[in-house]
């Protein structure tokens, strides 16, 4: 097997015919410019619009790209878990298949890592007061979004105020630990993935992102808050007697984003 990249980027695809081939267009010309050894995986669910044929006809002659056939439906956090767990790089990212985050926020998340050898995790927060929200989401699901966050506060207490933020990253032995026990397959998983790096003693710590709402998101605002929430219960319950270390946290602080190279 070759050497283990520096970087992954792990894209869960499901019935995206129409926005995945731009994505794929810019994940290429992103790393024209990169001067480290990277990887990219397209997780692509059982679609019905031939998003497999696309995305693998299409990075055919990318050598660091893989297109993986995932099977039937099963949610994202499968889709999501599958990729994490053949990631190779040193740092694992995944990200949404719309890049609702640029890919341009993919180099201070490199940088900071490499500033702060004492984190493992990362994660956009598009509520950082650094943020810079493009084009911002309905007020309803920008108020769905809010509520969700407090209730999850109260529920799991994790010390994060933007879950759902498709944009994260972690060391490989974070990445290896945490999506090994993952088991929730919707859109819950995130906050049972930030749930376990705590436990686990992990730190994670949130930056700012620029974000830019796609109005073709797949999520049911009202139906998929209230299964995140069902899901959310049985997650803090299957989690209450997993291991925590003794100075186990999760700090949220302020970072700036300052704008880098491609030569990180």
């Given at each position: 097997m070759?050497?283990a990249?520096y970087l992954?980027i792990v894209v869960?695809?499901y019935?995206e015919?129409?926005?995945l081939?731009?994505?794929?267009?810019?994940l290429?010309?992103?790393f024209?410019?990169f001067t480290r050894?990277y990887?990219?995986?397209i997780?692509?669910e059982?679609?019905?619009d031939?998003?497999?044929?696309?995305?693998?006809k299409q990075?055919?002659?990318q050598a660091?790209?893989q297109?993986?056939?995932?099977?039937?439906?099963r949610g994202?956090g499968?889709?999501?878990r599958?990729g994490?767990?053949r990631?190779?790089g040193?740092?694992?990212f995944y990200?949404d298949?719309?890049l609702?985050?640029?890919l341009?926020?993919?180099?201070?998340?490199l940088?900071h890592?490499?500033?702060t050898?004492k984190v493992?995790?990362?994660i956009?927060?598009?509520q950082?007061?650094?943020?810079r929200?493009?084009?911002?989401q309905?007020?309803?699901r920008e108020?769905?979004?809010?509520?969700?966050?407090?209730?999850?506060q109260?529920?799991v207490?994790?010390g994060l105020?933007?879950?759902?933020?498709?944009?994260k990253a972690?060391?490989?032995a974070?990445c290896?630990?945490i999506f090994s026990?993952?088991?929730?397959?919707?859109f819950?998983?995130?906050v049972?993935?930030?749930l376990?790096?705590?436990k686990?003693g992990?730190?994670a710590?949130?930056l700012?992102?620029?974000?830019?709402?796609?109005?073709?998101?797949k999520v049911?605002?009202?139906a998929?808050?209230?299964?995140?929430?069902?899901?959310?219960?049985?997650i803090?319950?299957r989690?209450?007697?997993v291991?925590?270390a003794?100075?186990?946290?999760?700090?949220?602080e302020?970072?700036g984003?300052?704008?880098a190279g491609?030569?990180t």
């Amino acid at each position: 097997m070759s050497e283990a990249p520096y970087l992954s980027i792990v894209v869960p695809a499901y019935n995206e015919a129409r926005r995945l081939p731009p994505t794929l267009t810019a994940l290429v010309e992103f790393f024209r410019g990169f001067t480290r050894t990277y990887e990219v995986l397209i997780v692509v669910e059982q679609s019905t619009d031939g998003t497999l044929e696309i995305a693998a006809k299409q990075v055919a002659q990318q050598a660091h790209f893989q297109v993986i056939d995932n099977g039937p439906k099963r949610g994202k956090g499968h889709a999501v878990r599958s990729g994490m767990l053949r990631a190779r790089g040193g740092i694992v990212f995944y990200m949404d298949a719309d890049l609702s985050v640029p890919l341009a926020e993919v180099l201070p998340f490199l940088r900071h890592f490499e500033e702060t050898p004492k984190v493992d995790v990362l994660i956009g927060n598009r509520q950082h007061a650094g943020s810079r929200i493009t084009r911002r989401q309905s007020p309803l699901r920008e108020g769905m979004g809010k509520i969700f966050n407090r209730v999850l506060q109260a529920l799991v207490g994790v010390g994060l105020r933007d879950t759902q933020c498709g944009f994260k990253a972690f060391r490989q032995a974070a990445c290896r630990e945490i999506f090994s026990r993952q088991t929730v397959e919707g859109f819950a998983f995130d906050v049972e993935v930030l749930l376990l790096a705590e436990k686990l003693g992990y730190v994670a710590e949130d930056l700012p992102v620029e974000w830019i709402n796609s109005p073709e998101s797949k999520v049911e605002i009202v139906a998929d808050s209230l299964r995140m929430l069902r899901d959310t219960w049985q997650i803090r319950r299957r989690l209450r007697h997993v291991h925590r270390a003794p100075d186990a946290r999760i700090r949220v602080e302020s970072h700036g984003a300052a704008g880098a190279g491609h030569e990180t």
